[in-house]
């Protein structure tokens, strides 16, 4: 098993694969199938899908998304996140094709249905993903629908103590898109330190990375945007990561290794 991940981020709006800056400016990139098919032929460890105006509309999971995802025939474990309401909701996922869920808006509204969600599934295939900033004092959770932030609530904090989430995604969205710009902070002052975390926004440059994934805690970094600046970023990565038992990444596509199999 892999003791730390390079997580691949593929952030979806109005059905569209887009980067993201600070969830408020974005750029279209293409069909988000697309761009998770080459984060799987290029050796990403981890695969996270974010559908961000699904829980904004209330429409529930981008199922046909997931449908099309399904039909790659994916080699790299998939997260999907975006609209999740109820475990109906998360069960369908998984029988499509998510490996795994990752939970925002069903922790501001109702965080009995996440231990229900976990109990049907089981704790490793839920994630709590909470967007953070700092204050200057304290960690501010965002709730991206009405654009305010709070402490962390105490339900949450229960939840994550409990073992009712695996890991929990930080996302440091005032950050987000801003090379080297993730803020070490929201790691140091989480305050349960024994859970399993994943670090996302603004992170870009490798050596910062690696420092990351050396402590402890953190056992994955999440790229978005930065994956798209330059060709082969993950190689990139993963050739300053030597030593983090990552997977190995892959400079070929799966289609031209059949390819050279049948010459």
């Known amino acids: 098993m892999l003791k ?7 952030t979806v709006k109005n059905g569209w694969a887009v980067q993201s800056f600070g969830y408020s400016r974005y750029l279209p990139l293409g069909k988000p199938e697309c761009i998770v098919e080459n984060l799987d032929r290029w050796g990403a460890d981890e695969i996270l899908v974010q559908v961000i105006d699904c829980s904004s509309a209330g429409s529930g999971p981008d199922f046909k998304l997931l449908e099309k995802l399904g039909k790659l025939g994916l080699e790299t474990p998939l997260i999907y996140a975006g609209g999740i309401r109820s475990v109906e909701d998360g069960l369908s996922l998984i029988q499509l094709g998510a490996d795994r869920i990752a939970v925002d808006a069903l922790l501001h509204d109702n965080p009995i249905e996440v231990g229900n969600l976990s109990e049907k599934l089981g704790s490793q295939a ?3 993903s909470l967007p953070l ?3 200057g004092s304290g960690l501010s959770w965002l709730n991206y629908r009405s654009k305010t932030s709070n402490p962390i609530s105490d339900s949450v904090i229960n939840l994550i103590k409990a073992g009712v989430v695996s890991e929990v995604l930080i996302s440091d969205w ?13 790691i140091e002052e989480f305050p349960l330190q024994a859970a399993a975390l994943i670090a996302f926004g603004g992170i870009s440059d490798p050596e910062k990375m690696e420092g990351l994934l050396q402590l402890p805690e953190v056992a994955a970094v999440a790229v978005g945007n930065f994956l798209s600046y330059r060709e082969h970023a993950i190689q990139a990565y993963k050739e300053v990561l030597t030593g983090m038992q990552l997977r190995p990444a892959c400079y070929e596509s ?10």
């Open 174 to 186: 005032k950050h987000e898109g801003i090379p080297g710009g993730f803020e070490k902070k929201l």
């Open 4 to 10: 730390k991940r390079l997580v691949g981020v593929v």
């Open 126 to 128: 839920l994630i709590a």
């Open 254 to 263: 799966k289609f031209s290794l059949m390819a050279d199999a049948d010459v």
């Open 133 to 135: 900033s700092w204050n």
